[in-house]
C-alpha cells in the first residue's frame, strides 16, 4: 500500500522529487481560485476517530463530524498523493449533492468518485475548469460553513 510518510507541509510536497512540480502548479491554482482556503498540512486521523487516516495538504477546515458524535478538523479541499496519480477531494456539495460529478469530462482528469477527481500530470489538467470548481467550492464554503458537516453527517 502506497503510504506518505511526510510529518509537515514541506516534506509533504518534498515527498515525490517527480511530481512535486505537480503539486506545487495546481497549489498556485488553488490559491488564486480559492484564497479564503488556507492551505495547512493534515496529517491524517487515528484508526477509529472521524475521517481518513491518509496525510493530504488540506484548503480550508471544518469540523468533520461522525454518527458516533466524534468529529475532527478536517479540509474543505484535500490534494493527496497516490501510488500513480494525485487525488482532489472535496467536502461541499451543491443543492446537496456532491459537485464534483457535475464538473466530470471538464477537468482533463483521469477519474472522477463522488467527490473527489485525480490525475497523473497537472499539464493534463483543463486548469480554467478546475479554477472554476475550486472557485465555486470556495463560494459554497464562505456563504455557507455547514455545508460539508451537514453532508458528511447525511
Request: glycine share 8%; net charge positive; charged share 20%.
Amino acid at each position: 500500500m502506497f503510504q506518505v510518510t511526510a510529518g509537515t507541509l514541506q516534506a509533504y510536497l518534498e515527498f515525490d522529487p517527480v511530481r512535486k512540480p505537480d503539486l506545487l502548479k495546481l497549489d498556485k491554482l488553488i490559491a488564486r481560485a480559492a484564497p479564503a482556503l488556507k492551505r495547512f498540512f493534515h496529517a491524517g486521523t487515528p484508526a477509529g476517530e472521524a475521517g481518513m487516516r491518509m496525510k493530504m495538504i488540506g484548503y480550508g477546515k471544518f469540523r468533520y463530524a461522525i454518527k458516533s458524535g466524534k468529529s475532527t478538523e478536517w479540509p474543505v479541499i484535500g490534494v493527496a498523493l497516490q501510488k500513480n496519480c494525485i487525488s482532489v477531494y472535496v467536502s461541499v456539495t451543491r443543492q446537496g449533492a456532491p459537485i464534483v460529478p457535475s464538473y466530470a469530462g471538464q477537468l482533463g482528469e483521469l477519474r472522477v468518485g463522488a467527490n473527489n477527481f485525480s490525475f497523473e500530470r497537472f499539464d493534463q489538467l483543463k486548469q480554467d475548469a478546475v479554477s472554476s470548481l475550486v472557485a465555486e467550492i470556495e463560494r459554497i464554503f464562505t456563504s455557507d460553513p455547514e455545508n460539508p458537516v451537514r453532508y458528511m453527517q447525511g
